[in-house]
């Protein structure tokens, strides 16, 4: 399945275990909370049917030009969907330089993440504010229950920060406790057949070191592409 600017489907090169993942994240968040009730006591053990229908990521990019990664994601079931959440991979690459606090570094920036960003108390102005989405896992965003037939959409506002050749991955889950499990569906008449493969895909995007030359049309005052003509 393809989309412009963008490689997606039920098959690809991302197959993580991200249920078992999750299933152990949960364990150490219930562990740190004391003799508790297990933090996925809630989510029922199910499989739910799911599809991208949308995904959408310039393959062409430019060092510090804003720009927008979306997927849209369909619950195709006949349950709601208990938390319908996306896992990016590749925000982020791992640096060997020498000496670093942290080794993991940006490719992308992220300026704003899924979900209605939440109200604060007293009048402040947001900077790079994660979004409603935002969850405890890494790379995880959630943005709740999804009936059937209804649609979801994940927006990230990304700046490119690394130049070069980058593989974006993605996979969605049906839940963040690893009970809930979504499963791509495709084929037959309206595409809903159960394929059993997890829903996931990816985008191939090249940045390039510079952003393209604009300059100020000076007739209309707008900023158009291309380098300013000389002045005759």
């Not at 960003?117 to 900077?127: G, H, K, L």
């Amino acid at each position: 399945m393809h989309w412009r600017g963008a490689r997606a489907g039920a098959r690809g090169a991302f197959s993580p275990a991200l249920g078992a993942v999750l299933v152990a994240g949960a364990g150490l968040l219930a562990g740190g909370c004391g003799a508790g009730a297990r933090q996925d006591a809630s989510e029922p053990k199910a499989t739910y049917r799911m599809r991208v229908v949308r995904a959408s990521f310039p393959a062409l990019q430019a060092i510090s030009r804003p720009t927008t990664l979306a997927l849209s994601v369909r619950n195709t079931g006949l349950r709601t969907v208990p938390n319908v959440a996306v896992t990016l991979d590749s925000f982020y690459y791992t640096s060997h330089y020498p000496e670093l606090a942290a080794n993991k570094r940006p490719v992308w920036v992220i300026e704003a993440g899924p979900g209605t960003i939440p109200r604060r108390p007293v009048e402040s102005q947001a900077v790079s504010p994660p979004g409603g989405g935002q969850t405890a896992y890494v790379n995880t965003w959630a943005l709740g229950p999804l009936p059937p037939g209804q649609v979801q959409t994940f927006l990230w506002r990304v700046v490119p920060v690394k130049a070069g050749l980058h593989t974006v991955r993605f996979i969605v889950s049906a839940g963040l406790a690893g009970n809930a499990r979504a499963v791509a569906t495709g084929g037959g008449l309206l595409g809903l057949r159960s394929t059993g493969a997890p829903v996931q895909g990816r985008f191939l995007v090249h940045i390039a070191p510079a952003p393209p030359p604009t300059h100020v049309d000076p007739n209309t005052g707008k900023v158009v592409p291309g380098a300013r003509p000389p002045t005759p």
